[in-house]
T-cell receptor, first 113, second 114 residues
Framework: EDQVTQSPEALRLQEGESSSLNCSYTVSGLRGLFWYRQDPGKGPEFLFTLYSAGEEKEKERLKATLTKKESFLHITAPKPEDSATYLCAVQPPFRGGYNKLIFGAGTRLAVHP | DAGVTQSPTHLIKTRGQQVTLRCSPKSGHDTVSWYQQALGQGPQFIFQYYEEEERQRGNFPDRFSGHQFPNYSSELNVNALLLGDSALYLC?????????????FGDGTRLSIL
């Protein structure tokens, strides 16, 4: 069964303290892995798409990497405004050509001044 | 460029009632997906619509149904509401030909069942 597991469930950091979030997945024939940010009371906001092992994407203080079994979201020198829930989702092989997403439960990140 | 819009933002219903939620996709998108997000959990896929037909469905009972209109907007209907249906309902849109392109989400409808 296709599955996505994120760890840790929650993470508390001091401003400037770098860390990484993990997303491990079991899906055969991965089409894409997506990272989203979700603020309280809002919908998920797209951050990155990764397609193949070894790929990396960067945006400001965030860098996402992908291996054959997991993805990491590295946060360098975080600021309080980076506080949010970070969601990882995988896209299994197309069935009929349609692209549902399978999400993990997310990591709740809190960055304190 | 308007993103995905959903209405209403909040809704309170009682057990046994039915509800209709609405979604307008991002400009240029023709595929709409619906997700249910329980508190503290990730979104769970309900179903996806393209060309006014349900194309793929997650593990949800027949009480959950939908519709897509010619202008690509969509509705989610839930009948015989249960307490466990309380959740944030998210709509996401994408372009069918976009393959692995990301889905873009609205801010959801918060449904509370009393």
């Amino acid at each position: 069964e296709d599955q996505v597991t994120q760890s840790p469930e929650a993470l508390r950091l001091q401003e400037g303290e770098s860390s990484s979030l993990n997303c491990s997945y079991t899906v055969s024939g991965l089409r894409g892995l997506f990272w989203y940010r979700q603020d309280p009371g809002k919908g998920p906001e797209f951050l990155f798409t990764l397609y193949s092992a070894g790929e990396e994407k960067e945006k400001e203080r965030l860098k996402a990497t992908l291996t054959k079994k997991e993805s990491f979201l590295h946060i360098t020198a975080p600021k309080p405004e980076d506080s949010a829930t970070y969601l990882c989702a995988v896209q299994p092989p197309f069935r009929g050509g349609y692209n549902k997403l399978i999400f993990g439960a997310g990591t709740r990140l809190a960055v304190h001044p | 460029d308007a993103g995905v819009t959903q209405s209403p933002t909040h809704l309170i219903k009682t057990r046994g009632q039915q509800v209709t939620l609405r979604c307008s996709p991002k400009s240029g998108h023709d595929t709409v997906s619906w997700y249910q997000q329980a508190l503290g959990q990730g979104p769970q896929f309900i179903f996806q619509y393209y060309e006014e037909e349900e194309r793929q469905r997650g593990n949800f009972p027949d009480r959950f149904s939908g519709h897509q209109f010619p202008n690509y907007s969509s509705e989610l209907n839930v009948n015989a509401l249960l307490l466990g249906d309380s959740a944030l309902y998210l709509c996401a849109s994408s372009h069918r030909q976009g393959g692995e392109q990301p889905q873009h989400f609205g801010d959801g409808t918060r449904l509370s069942i009393l």
